[in-house]
């Protein structure tokens, strides 16, 4: 089958709810979208806002800390992110394939030894386990429980790195602020119906299957830049995409042979190229979802402007 990227990209902004803002909750918005980035929380609102067939600028806390059906962590390129609470443990468990803090490269460039961040991920699930921590408690209470007074530098300095891998592993989210601090806690605790053992094949895979239901039809090179930021074990992907193959439908288009779930080529096909303008947040997911180097949604011409 042929497509035109006036297809696909219009095929995509109705799958992601932007041209009837149409989305039925914040949670299934950030579930259609695979997920909200939160780096910068007034674009993660937008972005769920201009979706949603019914605008409630308190939906997104109150689906967060008292509903527990959102949460937020740093998952896909380490960056932070609103996903619906039920899909979490299946993003730690395919992000949990790439363990790049026990390169050397990673230790040096973060000012940890191998021995030091062994530590951290031994401590914080028993710094968390039942507590919900400001950063200055998280922090105060892994010096403790290792005795290692240099940790307290490395783990106040940058954007919390030292805590990433932590989220990848699913022993750490965000709680509800304390005082105007964020604090963590253990997701494991936090979340309802958290899975006791998630096979990271299976995660793999059903994140695959979501990334390509708003976000094709794509490549697994596409799926990796997305979600690894270009890094992922070629292994694992090649795997995920061998255990999807029976869904899947290969469709040229322009000339690039990409990747669509079969349920969804024929309404691809009958998608009319759209000339409306919308307006979206910064970090949206319609662009972030097609990464570079095949952004066919940002033309050359246009990012100079």
């Known amino acids: 089958m042929n497509l035109t990227w006036p297809q696909v990209l219009a095929w995509r902004l109705s799958r992601q709810f932007v041209p009837a803002a149409d989305g039925p909750s914040a949670v299934e918005i950030a579930r259609r979208l695979c997920g909200v980035q939160a780096q910068v929380a007034s674009s993660a609102r937008h972005a769920v806002a201009v979706r949603a067939a019914a605008p ?3 939906e997104i806390e109150r689906a967060l800390w008292q509903e527990r059906t959102l949460a937020k962590t740093w998952v896909m390129r380490g960056t932070l992110h609103l996903v619906p609470a039920d899909e979490l443990a299946d993003h730690c468990a395919a992000l ?3 363990r790049s803090w026990e390169k050397g490269s990673w230790q040096r460039g973060h000012g940890v ?3 030091e961040i062994e530590a951290i991920i031994d401590a914080v699930p028993k710094a968390l386990e039942g507590a919900s921590l400001t950063r200055e408690e998280l922090v105060e209470a892994v010096v403790d429980l290792t005795g290692d007074a240099h940790l307290r530098q490395a783990l106040t300095s940058g954007w919390g790195a030292l805590l990433k891998p932590l ?3 699913g022993e750490l989210c965000y709680a509800p ?4 601090k964020v604090a963590f806690t253990s997701p494991r605790a ?3 119906s958290w899975p006791a053992a998630l096979p990271p094949q299976e995660a793999g895979v059903r994140v695959a299957r979501s990334f390509l239901a708003a976000h094709g039809p794509a490549s697994p090179e596409m799926l990796d830049s997305w979600l690894f930021g270009g890094v992922a074990k070629k292994a694992v992907l090649r795997a995920w995409f061998r255990d999807l193959a029976p869904e899947l439908t290969e469709v040229d288009v322009e000339g690039a042979k990409l990747l669509a779930l079969t349920e969804h080529v024929d309404a691809l096909a009958a998608t009319t190229p759209s000339r409306e303008v919308h307006l979206l947040p910064g ?5 972030l979802g097609a990464p570079a180097p095949s952004r066919p949604s ?7 402007r």
């Open 167 to 169: 989220a990848r592993l």
């Open 96 to 98: 949990g394939t790439l």
């Open 283 to 287: 970090f949206d997911q319609y662009i």
């Open 56 to 58: 409630d600028p308190d």
């Open 298 to 304: 940002s033309p050359p011409r246009s990012r100079p």
């Open 190 to 192: 936090w979340l309802p």
């Open 177 to 180: 602020p304390r005082d105007g």
């Open 113 to 115: 030894t191998a021995a």
